[in-house]
Structure formats: structure tokens, C-alpha cells
């Protein structure tokens, strides 16, 4: 059996299961059209003694059969499948967030003890992971047909996936959108692991957390110079900020999720806070998506004032 073919997920049976019934109701759909086109082109081809007399009959009974059997199969199909639509887009609320960068043409993942890895990615088996992922340039996407999900990378956006490996091993990942000239070999390797083997390859090559990372770029990159409490500017105080509702100068109110927090920082001039001046510099261009991350996670961190408030 070809590593594609297998499935190491917990999805993949499922997925499967759809894909190969629909394949057997399209190809009975199918034989029978292409079934009757032939016998009809041998029983009234030229020349042939065939009644061709016209039949003046109408059945309701065919017509209603013909009609409603394949809506309701189809019906039935398209419901079947947004089932598993929805299983895919809800991460079980236990899920493990890693991330992962995309850039031509590499994959590159931070696991939220600080380990970083690329065009690998180590998951212990039998726990539910989510991915967050965004682009650092062009649109990628993250495809690992053993676990049957496949997901567009985009810049500037935060997008997810989330599987849950069934199987021990090494799978390959490959990018599945055409992202440049190397795009090809933009390939890595998924590592099922045991989860006490895992919890022991993240304590070898743990370094500082994300959060402690971004602690220190958020006092190196001047943050702290405005958003700290001794900071003589006036900017928003960024504690507990993370899941609030803020109020925008224009009126509107958003949730401040990820996607907030990053475009605050890569975009401020996009939604500038109520009672504030829109003074607060883009970074877009100066720090790459991985320390946005880094940055994020800090600022999710249960007290980030506290913790710049040490320097
Ligand atoms: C020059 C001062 C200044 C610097 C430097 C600065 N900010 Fe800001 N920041 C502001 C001001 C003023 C606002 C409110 C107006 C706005 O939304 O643009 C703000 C808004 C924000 C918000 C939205 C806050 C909310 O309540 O919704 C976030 C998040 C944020 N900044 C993070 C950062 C991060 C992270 C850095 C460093 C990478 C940074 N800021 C650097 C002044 C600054
Ligand atoms: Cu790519």
C-alpha cells in the first residue's frame, strides 16, 4: 500500500467512506447514461427494423422515480458531506495549538514551548492538534493526504486545521498550491510520535517559550515604550486584552482575536482604538510573521504587564 493511501487520522476513515460512496453512486449514474446511450445507438441505428413508431405516453410514476431518487441521494450525499465539513472546521476544545509559517519555500512550525522546527513537524498520537497557520508571501497549502486535510495558507490571515494522528510513523506533507518556482520541493515530514516520547523530544529542544519570546520582543521592538504602564504616551493598556470587545474609532466593536492582534500590529492604521491617536507605527515589513506570533502569544499570556513590568 502506497503511504498516501494510508489512513493515520482519525478523520481519514471517514473521509474515505464518503469519497468511495460517492464514487459508487456517481459510477452507477454514470453506467446508466452511458449504458442507455449505447443500446439505444445500436437498437435504432440506421437501418435497423426498430418501432419508431411516436409513443404518446407519459408516466408520472417514471418521471417522479427518475426525479426525486437522485435528489434525495444527492440530498442525501451533500448532507453526509457538510457533516464532515463541520467535524473538520471544529478543533475538539482540547486541542494542542501549534503554528506553522509558510514561506517559499519552507514550512516552518513553533510549538508553544518555543521548539521551532522545519519541513518537519513532531506530533504526539491519539492527541487532537490544531494547527494556526499563515504565510509569510504567497498562498501555500497544507496538505497531509495520510490524515486526509488539506488547508490554504494565506498571507496575512490566520487560517486552522486540526487532526488527530492514529497511526506512529513519518507522513509526508506537501504544499498543494502552486507557490513559485521551488514549489515542488516545499515538502516535509509529519512524526507521530508516543506522547511520552514527545513530551520528552519538546523538553530536549526547549528553549524559551513563545510567550517569553515575545516578552522580549515586545520591549525590544519598543512596545513596551508606549504600552507600558510607566510609558508617558497615551496607549491602550494590552493586559487582558486578548478575547475583550474593543470599541473603534470609527463606531464598529470587534472581538480582539489573533487576527486583531495581528493586524494591530502589522496594520494599526486599519483599526485604530476609541479615544486614541493613530500614532502607533506599522511593523509590517520589520518583523516577520513568526514574531507576530510571538508577540501574540505574550499578549495572551495571563499577565504580560506583569512580566515586561520586571524590566
Ligand atoms: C508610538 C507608540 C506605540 C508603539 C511603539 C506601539 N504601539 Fe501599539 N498602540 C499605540 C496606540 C496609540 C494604540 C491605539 C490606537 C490604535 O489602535 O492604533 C495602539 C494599539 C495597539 C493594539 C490594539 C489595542 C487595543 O486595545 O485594541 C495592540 C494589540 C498593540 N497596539 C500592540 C502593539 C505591539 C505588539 C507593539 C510593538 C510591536 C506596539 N503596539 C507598539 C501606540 C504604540
Ligand atoms: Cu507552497
Not at 72 to 96: E, H, M, N
Not at 261 to 273: E, F, K, R, Y
Amino acid at each position: 500500500m502506497m503511504s498516501t493511501t494510508l489512513q493515520a487520522s482519525s478523520i481519514a476513515p471517514d473521509i474515505d467512506t464518503l469519497f468511495n460512496t460517492m464514487l459508487v453512486v456517481s459510477s452507477i449514474v454514470v453506467a446508466g447514461v452511458f449504458g442507455t446511450m449505447i443500446v439505444f445507438c445500436i437498437r435504432y441505428r440506421r437501418g435497423s427494423p426498430a418501432d419508431r413508431t411516436e409513443r404518446k405516453s407519459s408516466s408520472l410514476g417514471i418521471e417522479l422515480a427518475w426525479t426525486l431518487v437522485p435528489l434525495v441521494l444527492f440530498i442525501g450525499l451533500f448532507g453526509w458531506s457538510i457533516g464532515l465539513w463541520q467535524r473538520l472546521q471544529t478543533p475538539p476544545a482540547d486541542s494542542a495549538v501549534i503554528y506553522i509559517v509558510a514561506k517559499q519555500w519552507m514550512w516552518k512550525a513553533q510549538h508553544p514551548n518555543g521548539q521551532r522546527e522545519i519541513n518537519a513537524l513532531h506530533v504526539p498520537i491519539g492527541q487532537p492538534i490544531q494547527l494556526v497557520m499563515t504565510s509569510e508571501d504567497v498562498i501555500h497549502s497544507f496538505y497531509v493526504p495520510a490524515f486526509r486535510v488539506k488547508q490554504d495558507v494565506l498571507p496575512g490571515r490566520y487560517t486552522q486545521l486540526w487532526f488527530t494522528a492514529t497511526r506512529l510513523g513519518s507522513f509526508p506533507l506537501f504544499c498543494a498550491e502552486f507557490c513559485g518556482t521551488d514549489h515542488a520541493v516545499m515538502r516535509g515530514d509529519i512524526d507521530v510520535m508516543q506522547p511520552a516520547a514527545y513530551a520528552q523530544w519538546l523538553r530536549q529542544h526547549a528553549s524559551e517559550t513563545l510567550a517569553t519570546r515575545g516578552a522580549t520582543l515586545f520591549r525590544q521592538l519598543g512596545c513596551s515604550g508606549c504600552h507600558g504602564s510607566q510609558s508617558t504616551v497615551h496607549a491602550p493598556d494590552l493586559a487582558g486584552l486578548y478575547g475583550n470587545t474593543v470599541a473603534l474609532s470609527d463606531g464598529s466593536r470587534v472581538v480582539a482575536d489573533d487576527r486583531y492582534l495581528h493586524d494591530s500590529i502589522m496594520l494599526p492604521a486599519l483599526q485604530v482604538v476609541a479615544g486614541y491617536a493613530p500614532i502607533m507605527p506599522s511593523y509590517q515589513g520589520r518583523i516577520g510573521e513568526e514574531d507576530v506570533l510571538a508577540l501574540i502569544a505574550y499578549l495572551k499570556s495571563p499577565a504580560p504587564e506583569a512580566a515586561h513590568e520586571q524590566h
